[in-house]
């Protein structure tokens, strides 16, 4: 299971950390994504990052958002920095295990989601 948190208001130019908690004991097994729903928009990938560490980044964030994990917390971070009012949308942490880099990008290939945390971005 698990749980996405963090996002709330933020200024444009400024930064925000959004965490996805997992519970079980698998975690460090896991290939963990983020996913954002912008308003009217599809659910669109943003980054991921497999089980040994492999990312990608969607072109739109790459440079200014940084995914990261910490197995020993069962926890992956989604630093956002240089935040823009297009990204302001609901963000999904999304897991998979042992889920490769080449597929990371794909909605359908996740089983499991959080509830979404929602980041607003303001001029």
């Known amino acids: 299971q698990l749980q996405a948190y963090g996002g709330g208001l933020v200024q444009a130019g400024g930064s925000l950390r959004l965490s996805c908690a997992a519970s079980g004991r698998t975690f460090s097994a896991y290939t963990v994504g983020w996913f954002r729903q912008r308003p009217g928009k599809e659910r669109e990938f943003v980054t991921a990052?497999?089980?040994?560490?492999?990312?990608k980044y969607a072109d739109s964030v790459k440079g200014r958002f940084t995914i990261s994990r910490d197995n020993a917390k069962n926890t992956a971070y989604l630093q956002m920095n240089s935040l823009k009012t297009e990204d302001t949308a609901v963000y999904y942490c999304a897991g998979r295990q042992v889920l490769g880099l080449s597929r990371v990008t794909l909605l359908s290939e996740y089983i499991e989601w959080g509830q979404g945390t929602l980041v607003t971005v303001s001029s």
């Open positions: 990052i497999t089980w040994i560490d492999g990312v």
